[in-house]
């Protein structure tokens, strides 16, 4: 782990038991997973990254464009593999390969990660087959 994924990890950690809240980024008030994300930057640089335009729920359904990978490459840089993970890494997930990627998580750990969702909020889940399937990219916050 790294002195930066140390302190993301800490600070995601503090997001957990969030409830959900579309396009929200506010512990203890609301988020959605890029809230959390937001949220955790915040905490690390003193500002977060901002958002180019609202989005649905349904955005990457509709759009069919990877607004999710290109922000990530844009503040963290180039993707790592999922073989290079380490905890405080940021994870993006698709639902279905024709699909944009559309969720976001913090590695936890070797097997489990922090993300926001509509039924339960911000949590920590076993980071499973299912989802690590579904990884679409793997991002290192910047150096502190």
Known sequence: MTVTGDRAVAEAEKWIGTPYRHQAAEIG????CLGLVRGVWRALYGAAPGIDIPYAPDWAERSGTE???????????????PDEMLPG???LFRWRR??????????????????AY????VIRSPLVPSWR??????????AL
Not at 67 to 81: K, V
Not at 104 to 115: E, N, R
Not at 118 to 121: D, I, K, P, S, T
């Open 29 to 32: 008030v609301g988020c959605d």
């Open 67 to 81: 607004r999710l990978l290109e922000a990530a490459t844009r503040y963290c840089g180039p993707a790592l593999g």
């Open 89 to 91: 890494d940021i994870l």
């Open 98 to 115: 024709q699909y944009a990627a559309k969720h976001a998580g913090i590695l936890s750990g070797p097997d489990h990660f922090i993300h």
């Open 118 to 121: 509509e039924q339960a909020g």
């Open 133 to 142: 399937r579904r990884i679409a990219g793997v991002f290192r916050f910047p």
